[in-house]
């Protein structure tokens, strides 16, 4: 199992680009099919990654662990996510100045910027049908889960309204506060 875990996150962290949003899909798509987590603890474990402190591909990567193998499956998730951009950026810091002069850099990079904007927004949208709508692939029929829907609907009111009355975005630890504390009324 720790093999696995460590082979698994070694392949997220080296074909992975866009950091830990980016990631997000690969880690979910691995995850499932490993058997790991079912949708909705995947899901719970993207809110608790996002709310503590860290990247959020190591923390998803060092909670997956965690609840597959403990301590030790957690260092092995660890450890396999990061030692890719490790050695990678190690290298490109040893070998190679001013990288981005490069026009083949360059077209590499503008290449990946929209396939990193597409897996984001992928994501986004499928974590949104799922614990929104209880869907998760086309056959499935839509189950609304009308408290996630109220609490988004409260927390863009509170987004807009904010915007409205202070002419800038609320802060997005007081915006993750009042999701949880939402979060914890309408589901008791």
């Not at 092995?76 to 996510?81: M, N």
């Not at 002069?101 to 503008?110: E, W």
Request: charged share 5%; proline share 4%.
């Amino acid at each position: 199992m720790l093999w696995q875990l460590f082979w698994t996150f070694l392949e997220i962290g080296a074909v992975s680009f866009g950091g830990g949003y980016g990631m997000i899909s690969l880690i979910r798509e691995k995850v499932l099919l490993h058997g790991w987590l079912e949708e909705t603890q995947f899901l719970s474990f993207i809110a608790v990654s996002e709310s503590t402190p860290g990247p959020l591909a190591i923390n998803m990567a060092t909670f997956i662990g965690a609840s597959q193998a403990g301590a030790a499956g957690a260092i092995c998730a660890t450890l396999g996510v990061v030692l890719p951009s490790f050695f990678i950026i190690l290298l490109i810091a040893a070998l190679i100045h001013n990288l981005l002069q490069y026009a083949g850099v360059n077209a590499f990079l503008s290449g990946i910027r929209p396939c990193v904007v597409a897996l984001i927004l992928a994501t986004a949208v499928t974590m949104g049908l799922s614990s929104l709508l209880g869907v998760s692939t086309l056959a499935d029929t839509p189950a609304p889960a009308w408290q996630g829907i109220g609490i988004l609907a409260a927390l863009l009111l509170l987004h807009f309204g904010w915007q409205k009355w202070k002419g800038k975005a609320p802060s997005p630890i007081a915006m993750i506060l009042v999701s949880a504390v939402l979060g914890m009324v309408a589901y008791h």
